[in-house]
Protein backbone atom coordinates (compact mmCIF):
# COMPACT_ATOMS: atom_id res chain seq x y z
CA UNK A 1 0.00 0.00 0.00
CA UNK A 2 2.70 2.29 0.73
CA UNK A 3 4.64 2.24 -2.52
CA UNK A 4 1.22 2.50 -4.11
CA UNK A 5 1.12 6.37 -2.18
CA UNK A 6 4.70 6.66 -3.45
CA UNK A 7 4.13 5.91 -6.88
CA UNK A 8 0.99 8.26 -6.93
CA UNK A 9 3.56 11.02 -5.33
CA UNK A 10 5.67 10.50 -7.88
CA UNK A 11 3.14 11.05 -10.51
CA UNK A 12 2.18 14.20 -9.31
CA UNK A 13 5.19 15.40 -9.10
CA UNK A 14 5.48 14.60 -12.58
CA UNK A 15 2.92 16.35 -13.80
CA UNK A 16 4.04 19.36 -11.92
CA UNK A 17 6.64 19.86 -13.76
CA UNK A 18 5.25 19.46 -16.71
CA UNK A 19 2.30 21.89 -16.02
CA UNK A 20 5.08 24.29 -15.63
CA UNK A 21 5.83 24.64 -19.04
CA UNK A 22 2.70 23.85 -21.16
CA UNK A 23 0.13 26.56 -21.17
CA UNK A 24 -2.25 23.97 -20.38
CA UNK A 25 -0.62 22.67 -18.11
CA UNK A 26 -2.29 24.05 -15.02
CA UNK A 27 -6.06 23.16 -16.28
CA UNK A 28 -4.40 19.50 -16.78
CA UNK A 29 -3.36 19.41 -13.81
CA UNK A 30 -5.84 20.64 -12.11
CA UNK A 31 -7.50 17.63 -13.67
CA UNK A 32 -5.21 15.14 -12.68
CA UNK A 33 -5.05 16.06 -9.08
CA UNK A 34 -8.70 15.50 -8.91
CA UNK A 35 -8.38 12.01 -10.27
CA UNK A 36 -5.40 11.57 -8.00
CA UNK A 37 -7.21 12.16 -4.73
CA UNK A 38 -9.99 10.74 -6.06
CA UNK A 39 -7.54 7.50 -6.54
CA UNK A 40 -6.80 8.39 -3.12
CA UNK A 41 -9.71 8.04 -1.16
CA UNK A 42 -10.70 5.15 -2.60
CA UNK A 43 -7.43 3.81 -1.78
CA UNK A 44 -7.95 5.17 1.87
CA UNK A 45 -11.41 3.45 1.80
CA UNK A 46 -10.26 0.03 0.69
CA UNK A 47 -7.88 -0.08 3.61
CA UNK A 48 -10.20 0.65 6.21
CA UNK A 49 -12.62 -1.60 4.26
CA UNK A 50 -10.05 -4.77 5.16
CA UNK A 51 -10.25 -4.15 8.77
CA UNK A 52 -13.92 -2.78 9.93
CA UNK A 53 -16.27 -4.96 7.65
CA UNK A 54 -14.51 -7.74 9.42
CA UNK A 55 -15.30 -6.63 13.21
CA UNK A 56 -18.88 -5.84 11.62
CA UNK A 57 -19.66 -8.55 9.81
CA UNK A 58 -18.74 -10.99 13.31
CA UNK A 59 -20.63 -9.06 15.20
CA UNK A 60 -23.98 -9.48 13.14
CA UNK A 61 -22.98 -13.15 12.69
CA UNK A 62 -22.57 -13.32 16.55
CA UNK A 63 -26.36 -11.78 16.63
CA UNK A 64 -27.36 -14.21 14.11
CA UNK A 65 -25.74 -17.21 16.29
CA UNK A 66 -27.13 -15.85 19.47
CA UNK A 67 -30.99 -15.42 18.17
CA UNK A 68 -30.51 -18.67 16.28
CA UNK A 69 -29.93 -20.45 20.14
CA UNK A 70 -33.40 -19.31 20.90
CA UNK A 71 -35.84 -21.40 21.24
CA UNK A 72 -38.04 -18.99 23.47
CA UNK A 73 -39.18 -15.25 23.24
CA UNK A 74 -39.79 -12.77 25.51
CA UNK A 75 -42.22 -9.78 24.91
CA UNK A 76 -42.30 -7.23 28.05
CA UNK A 77 -46.08 -6.05 28.65
CA UNK A 78 -44.49 -3.05 30.50
CA UNK A 79 -45.85 0.08 31.42
CA UNK A 80 -49.34 2.46 30.19
CA UNK A 81 -50.45 0.02 27.13
CA UNK A 82 -51.73 1.98 24.46
CA UNK A 83 -52.44 0.98 20.89
CA UNK A 84 -49.05 2.59 19.48
CA UNK A 85 -46.55 4.92 20.96
CA UNK A 86 -45.93 7.74 17.63
CA UNK A 87 -42.22 7.10 15.27
CA UNK A 88 -40.58 9.98 17.36
CA UNK A 89 -41.63 7.91 20.84
CA UNK A 90 -38.03 6.94 21.91
CA UNK A 91 -36.91 10.67 22.02
CA UNK A 92 -40.42 12.35 23.38
CA UNK A 93 -40.87 11.67 27.58
CA UNK A 94 -44.25 12.52 26.99
CA UNK A 95 -45.25 9.26 25.08
CA UNK A 96 -42.18 7.08 25.95
CA UNK A 97 -42.28 7.24 29.52
CA UNK A 98 -43.40 4.00 31.28
CA UNK A 99 -45.39 2.82 28.01
CA UNK A 100 -45.91 0.03 25.90
CA UNK A 101 -48.21 -0.45 22.69
CA UNK A 102 -50.55 -3.21 21.48
CA UNK A 103 -48.95 -2.61 17.74
CA UNK A 104 -45.32 -3.36 19.57
CA UNK A 105 -46.56 -6.90 21.60
CA UNK A 106 -48.70 -7.88 18.77
CA UNK A 107 -45.97 -7.58 15.65
CA UNK A 108 -43.70 -9.42 18.02
CA UNK A 109 -46.18 -12.58 18.77
CA UNK A 110 -46.58 -12.60 14.93
CA UNK A 111 -42.79 -12.66 14.31
CA UNK A 112 -42.15 -15.33 16.59
CA UNK A 113 -45.28 -17.66 15.17
CA UNK A 114 -43.49 -17.04 11.87
CA UNK A 115 -39.80 -18.08 13.66
CA UNK A 116 -39.36 -22.24 13.03
CA UNK A 117 -36.82 -22.11 16.16
CA UNK A 118 -39.48 -20.55 18.38
CA UNK A 119 -41.15 -23.30 20.25
CA UNK A 120 -43.12 -20.61 22.46
CA UNK A 121 -43.58 -17.10 23.81
CA UNK A 122 -43.68 -15.43 27.50
CA UNK A 123 -45.20 -12.18 27.72
CA UNK A 124 -44.00 -10.81 31.04
CA UNK A 125 -46.44 -8.10 32.61
CA UNK A 126 -46.08 -5.03 34.84
CA UNK A 127 -48.38 -3.22 34.19
CA UNK A 128 -51.90 -1.67 35.59
CA UNK A 129 -53.46 -1.14 32.31
CA UNK A 130 -54.46 1.48 29.83
CA UNK A 131 -56.14 1.05 26.74
CA UNK A 132 -58.82 -1.53 26.47
CA UNK A 133 -58.77 -1.79 22.56
CA UNK A 134 -54.92 -2.60 23.31
CA UNK A 135 -55.63 -5.17 25.36
CA UNK A 136 -58.54 -6.59 23.18
CA UNK A 137 -55.87 -6.51 20.44
CA UNK A 138 -52.60 -8.56 22.42
CA UNK A 139 -55.87 -10.90 23.43
CA UNK A 140 -56.95 -11.82 19.73
CA UNK A 141 -53.13 -12.44 18.93
CA UNK A 142 -52.29 -14.56 21.73
CA UNK A 143 -55.61 -16.21 21.48
CA UNK A 144 -54.58 -16.92 17.73
CA UNK A 145 -51.17 -17.97 18.38
CA UNK A 146 -49.46 -20.78 16.77
CA UNK A 147 -47.47 -21.17 19.61
CA UNK A 148 -48.05 -21.74 23.25
CA UNK A 149 -48.22 -18.19 24.96
CA UNK A 150 -47.11 -18.33 28.88
CA UNK A 151 -47.74 -15.07 31.01
CA UNK A 152 -46.13 -13.86 33.74
CA UNK A 153 -47.43 -11.37 36.02
CA UNK A 154 -44.24 -9.27 37.65
CA UNK A 155 -45.58 -6.69 40.52
CA UNK A 156 -49.38 -5.64 38.56
CA UNK A 157 -51.42 -7.53 35.85
CA UNK A 158 -54.26 -5.28 36.25
CA UNK A 159 -57.28 -3.73 34.10
CA UNK A 160 -56.33 -3.88 30.33
CA UNK A 161 -52.81 -5.54 31.07
CA UNK A 162 -54.94 -8.58 32.50
CA UNK A 163 -57.74 -8.27 29.41
CA UNK A 164 -54.36 -8.42 27.26
CA UNK A 165 -53.43 -12.28 28.76
CA UNK A 166 -56.36 -13.84 29.51
CA UNK A 167 -56.40 -16.04 27.07
CA UNK A 168 -52.71 -17.81 27.45
CA UNK A 169 -52.05 -20.73 27.78
CA UNK A 170 -51.07 -20.52 31.19
CA UNK A 171 -51.04 -17.36 33.62
CA UNK A 172 -48.05 -17.33 36.74
CA UNK A 173 -48.03 -14.35 38.86
CA UNK A 174 -46.00 -14.25 42.82
CA UNK A 175 -47.95 -14.37 45.87
CA UNK A 176 -48.06 -10.74 46.49
CA UNK A 177 -48.37 -9.93 42.89
CA UNK A 178 -51.45 -7.17 42.22
CA UNK A 179 -54.06 -8.88 39.79
CA UNK A 180 -57.62 -7.34 38.34
CA UNK A 181 -59.78 -4.28 38.00
CA UNK A 182 -61.95 -5.58 35.94
CA UNK A 183 -63.71 -2.39 34.79
CA UNK A 184 -63.73 0.75 32.77
CA UNK A 185 -63.19 3.98 33.62
CA UNK A 186 -63.27 7.72 32.49
CA UNK A 187 -63.80 9.87 34.93
CA UNK A 188 -61.87 13.03 34.92
CA UNK A 189 -61.65 16.69 36.82
CA UNK A 190 -64.12 19.35 36.16
CA UNK A 191 -62.73 23.13 35.87
CA UNK A 192 -66.28 24.50 35.45
CA UNK A 193 -66.73 25.50 39.45
CA UNK A 194 -63.03 27.60 39.06
CA UNK A 195 -63.51 28.71 35.63
CA UNK A 196 -66.75 30.43 37.42
CA UNK A 197 -64.99 31.59 40.27
CA UNK A 198 -62.04 33.21 37.53
CA UNK A 199 -64.28 34.57 35.55
CA UNK A 200 -63.79 32.25 32.44
CA UNK A 201 -66.91 32.06 30.25
CA UNK A 202 -67.15 28.52 28.44
CA UNK A 203 -68.35 29.32 24.73
CA UNK A 204 -69.91 26.10 22.85
CA UNK A 205 -69.50 26.04 19.43
CA UNK A 206 -70.29 22.71 18.56
CA UNK A 207 -72.44 21.25 15.63
CA UNK A 208 -74.13 18.57 18.09
CA UNK A 209 -75.25 19.03 21.53
CA UNK A 210 -72.87 16.26 22.17
CA UNK A 211 -69.84 16.95 20.04
CA UNK A 212 -67.83 18.90 23.69
CA UNK A 213 -69.41 15.91 25.75
CA UNK A 214 -66.84 15.35 28.63
CA UNK A 215 -64.81 18.94 27.99
CA UNK A 216 -63.35 19.40 31.56
CA UNK A 217 -64.28 23.14 30.96
CA UNK A 218 -67.91 23.22 31.43
CA UNK A 219 -70.57 21.05 33.23
CA UNK A 220 -71.52 17.77 32.55
CA UNK A 221 -75.10 17.45 31.32
CA UNK A 222 -77.75 14.50 32.73
CA UNK A 223 -78.14 13.58 28.61
CA UNK A 224 -74.03 13.65 28.42
CA UNK A 225 -73.34 11.77 31.69
CA UNK A 226 -76.19 8.90 30.70
CA UNK A 227 -74.48 8.73 27.11
CA UNK A 228 -71.12 8.51 28.24
CA UNK A 229 -72.08 5.78 31.02
CA UNK A 230 -73.71 3.73 28.62
CA UNK A 231 -70.53 3.07 26.29
CA UNK A 232 -68.34 2.75 29.85
CA UNK A 233 -71.13 0.10 30.12
CA UNK A 234 -71.23 -1.66 27.13
CA UNK A 235 -67.35 -1.55 27.41
CA UNK A 236 -67.49 -3.31 30.63
CA UNK A 237 -69.30 -6.06 29.73
CA UNK A 238 -67.28 -6.94 26.88
CA UNK A 239 -64.71 -7.00 29.08
CA UNK A 240 -66.30 -9.33 31.51
CA UNK A 241 -67.10 -11.45 28.94
CA UNK A 242 -63.53 -11.70 27.65
CA UNK A 243 -62.49 -12.67 31.04
CA UNK A 244 -65.09 -15.39 31.10
CA UNK A 245 -64.46 -16.83 28.01
CA UNK A 246 -60.59 -16.44 27.97
CA UNK A 247 -60.53 -18.24 31.79
CA UNK A 248 -63.57 -20.06 31.66
CA UNK A 249 -65.12 -18.67 34.91
CA UNK A 250 -69.33 -18.28 35.09
CA UNK A 251 -69.61 -14.49 33.89
CA UNK A 252 -72.15 -13.91 37.08
CA UNK A 253 -68.90 -14.85 39.24
CA UNK A 254 -66.57 -12.60 37.11
CA UNK A 255 -69.57 -9.92 37.21
CA UNK A 256 -69.42 -10.04 41.36
CA UNK A 257 -65.33 -9.58 41.72
CA UNK A 258 -65.60 -6.90 38.21
CA UNK A 259 -66.08 -3.74 41.00
CA UNK A 260 -62.64 -2.34 39.92
CA UNK A 261 -60.74 -4.04 43.08
CA UNK A 262 -57.58 -5.78 42.65
CA UNK A 263 -56.15 -8.96 44.23
CA UNK A 264 -53.00 -10.47 45.44
CA UNK A 265 -51.58 -13.57 44.16
CA UNK A 266 -53.40 -16.50 46.14
CA UNK A 267 -56.98 -15.09 46.16
CA UNK A 268 -56.71 -14.50 42.14
CA UNK A 269 -55.79 -18.14 41.66
CA UNK A 270 -58.76 -19.10 44.01
CA UNK A 271 -60.97 -16.74 42.02
CA UNK A 272 -59.57 -18.15 38.52
CA UNK A 273 -57.90 -15.44 37.36
CA UNK A 274 -54.29 -16.75 37.47
CA UNK A 275 -53.27 -20.43 37.17
CA UNK A 276 -50.08 -20.39 39.57
CA UNK A 277 -48.25 -19.20 41.79
CA UNK A 278 -44.75 -18.70 40.73
CA UNK A 279 -41.78 -16.96 39.01
CA UNK A 280 -39.49 -17.22 35.88
CA UNK A 281 -37.91 -20.31 36.89
CA UNK A 282 -41.76 -22.28 37.29
CA UNK A 283 -42.11 -20.45 33.54
CA UNK A 284 -39.02 -22.55 32.54
CA UNK A 285 -39.99 -25.43 34.19
CA UNK A 286 -43.16 -25.72 33.11
CA UNK A 287 -41.62 -24.88 29.19
CA UNK A 288 -39.12 -27.89 29.34
CA UNK A 289 -41.89 -30.38 30.48
CA UNK A 290 -43.79 -29.16 28.00
CA UNK A 291 -41.82 -28.59 25.14
CA UNK A 292 -39.39 -31.11 26.03
CA UNK A 293 -36.52 -28.79 25.50
CA UNK A 294 -34.78 -26.34 27.89
CA UNK A 295 -36.02 -23.36 27.40
CA UNK A 296 -33.35 -19.98 25.68
CA UNK A 297 -35.30 -17.46 26.17
CA UNK A 298 -34.58 -13.70 24.04
CA UNK A 299 -36.10 -10.97 25.20
CA UNK A 300 -37.69 -8.49 22.96
Not at 188 to 216: H, V
Request: with cysteine; glycine share 8%; charged share 25%.
Amino acid sequence: MKKLFNKINNLWLSFRKWSDVNIFGYLIGAIVKLILIIAFAVLLYLAFESIWPNNEKSSLSDSSNEQNDCNVIGINLHGELKTYLPNHAENDSFFNYDSVSSEDITGKIKLANEDSNIKAIIVEVDSFGGSIVGGEEIDNAVKNSDKPVIALIRDIGASASLWAISSADRIYASENSTIGSIGVTSSYMSNAKKNEKDGITYEALSSGKFKDSGSPDKELTNEERALILRDINLAFNNFVKAISLNRNIDIEKVKANADGSTFLGNKAKELGLIDEIGGLPEVEQYLEETTGEKPEICWQ
